[in-house]
């Protein structure tokens, strides 16, 4: 097992050693929670601060759950909802979380990089949930896990992600997880809302821009849709979401064309009857509720192995 | 050399045979192995269980890591292994198997670890070698072998299933 970080603030750099140790690990911390006592002790005395400045309740809960199962004790900081003014007042906060003294800082924040500020403030170890339009690791590793599951081996799996590529942490980094395993990803979605140079060709190796769903889902191993945004359309990026729908929207003739039995994911929440269709979303080939079960087991073997241990030298293993 | 492939096939054997002794009632029994060769032990108890009596009786296997006493005092997160117990351990009588017993910690963790999974009618213990220097009040019910050791000695069980041979063998620390 090759495991020396810190924090988790991105996947961008992490080598396929590193994200293969997380989805091990995941598998164990899933059997914990399939037992008649789902809490094992390994965080006993631990502090797990869930420090939440954008809204989120499945991420935050499925984080509290995830501590909670390892026997964390868990505190929750939600920012009051104004708007975010980087700088003095994350800074504030950052003192206020020294301060408490936990061991890990959980933080979701509107602003990309804010993670990265508060590590190198703070001496807890701090998980990023997801961080402006930048990073969503968590969301990566449970996609990485939850695919590997159904697929097996990701070697030469083509994975299609189709949606708001432009303002989605979750396809930066389901691409930057699902790579070094080995898949071949295909974007889709409108033009507007993919990354110009993206779109213009300037892709990361083994990813590919194809503007026709059709043609995207032909023969794929699974797909993934992104949430699309309402207020995307009010900025002047989407004629309609009827059109949206229609154009990019997950149907059932759609999904047939992938592989046969071939999975369908989505981050959540959903907008049933715009991104996918309810038939689909609660069809047979929806992981959507494995991936919500998955991402708790995800988060405990990362905590587990930013806070499992106890100092920061090693020393030899007893036998 | 304290044990050669043969002294390990019929030290299991004689465990094989005193489990059944101790407890008649084979349909209660279930086998679990502490990781990483207290699951092969296990496995092969099931079989010698089976070529004696005809009865397969379950067995499982337990990974301890996380709830080891010693976690805050190591520097790195060791590696979790999946537990796998696949019945209900309520009202049986399990035998948990190690290849070593020596400080008694992994087996105080192991019992922790099986009670989160129901409530055993008893618990048992059977070791492959017993090589003393306890720390916890805890015994073996089963001993392949006991063997005196000095406490800065190394006892090394191979196993064929994940060593590739079966040997167990007694390192000793010569003083400088």
């Known amino acids: 097992m090759k495991w020396n970080r810190r924090h988790v603030l991105d996947t961008d750099d992490w080598s396929r050693d590193e994200i293969e140790t997380v989805l091990d690990q995941t598998r ?40 909670k199962a390892l026997s964390a004790d868990v505190t929750n900081i939600t920012a009051s909802g104004s708007s975010v003014d980087k700088g003095e007042s994350l800074y504030d906060t950052v003192r206020t979380l020294q301060a408490l003294g936990g061991d890990v800082v959980v933080m979701r924040h509107a602003s990309s990089g804010a993670p990265y500020f508060v590590a190198e403030r703070t001496d807890a170890a701090v998980i990023n949930a997801g961080d402006g339009w930048h990073a969503h690791p968590t969301q990566g590793l449970l996609d990485a896990y939850t695919l590997r599951d159904a697929l097996g081996d990701l070697e030469e799996k083509r994975i299609v992600i189709v949606g708001d590529v432009l303002h989605s942490r979750v396809a930066r980094s389901d691409i930057n997880t699902l790579l070094p395993l080995g898949a071949r990803i295909t974007l889709s979605g409108p033009p507007t809302l993919i990354p110009t140079a993206w779109r213009c060709g300037q892709l990361p190796h083994s990813v590919t821009y194809e503007s026709d769903l059709d043609l995207a889902l032909d023969g794929a191993d699974a797909v993934i849709a992104l949430r699309l945004q309402r207020e995307r359309q ?63 087991a995800v988060r405990m073997a990362l905590l587990y192995l930013l806070a499992g241990a106890g100092t920061a030298t090693p020393v030899e293993e007893r036998a | 050399m304290l044990l050669a492939a043969d002294d390990v096939r019929r030290a299991i054997t004689r465990i094989a045979h005193e489990i059944v002794e101790r407890d008649r009632d084979l349909s209660a029994l279930a086998i679990i192995g502490i990781r990483a060769r207290g699951d092969a032990l296990a496995a092969r108890i099931q079989s010698a269980i089976r070529a004696n009596e005809g009865t397969l009786v379950p067995i499982g296997a337990i990974d301890i890591t996380l709830y080891r006493d010693d976690l805050t005092r190591i520097g790195y997160a060791p590696v979790v292994r999946e537990s796998e117990i696949p019945f209900s351990v309520d009202e049986r009588v399990v035998v948990l198997v190690d290849d070593v017993l020596f400080t008694g910690r992994t087996i105080r963790a192991a019992m922790d670890a099986l009670v989160d999974y129901g409530r055993p009618r008893a618990i048992r213990l059977a070791v492959l070698v017993d090589r003393g220097h306890r720390e916890l009040p805890i015994r073996a019910d089963f001993v392949g072998k006991n063997v005196p050791t000095a406490p800065g000695d190394d006892v090394r069980v191979h196993l064929a299933e994940v060593d590739g041979r079966d040997e167990v063998e007694v390192v000793t620390r010569v003083p400088a």
Not at chain 1, 32 to 48: D, K, M, Y
């Open chain 1, 28 to 67: 164990a911390m899933i059997e914990i929670l399939q037992r008649p006592i789902r809490r094992a002790p390994p965080l006993r005395g631990r502090t797990v601060i869930l420090f939440f400045a954008e809204s989120s309740t499945r991420t935050r809960v499925s984080f509290e759950l995830a501590a």
């Open chain 1, 234 to 296: 009010a900025s002047g990026l989407l004629p309609s979401l009827r059109e949206y729908s229609r154009v990019w929207g997950l149907t059932a003739e759609r999904v047939a064309r992938m592989r046969s039995g071939a999975p369908v994911m989505h981050p959540g929440p959903m907008n049933e009857g715009i991104e996918i269709d309810p038939a689909v979303a609660h069809g047979t080939r929806s992981l959507i509720e494995a991936q919500v079960t998955n991402g708790v």
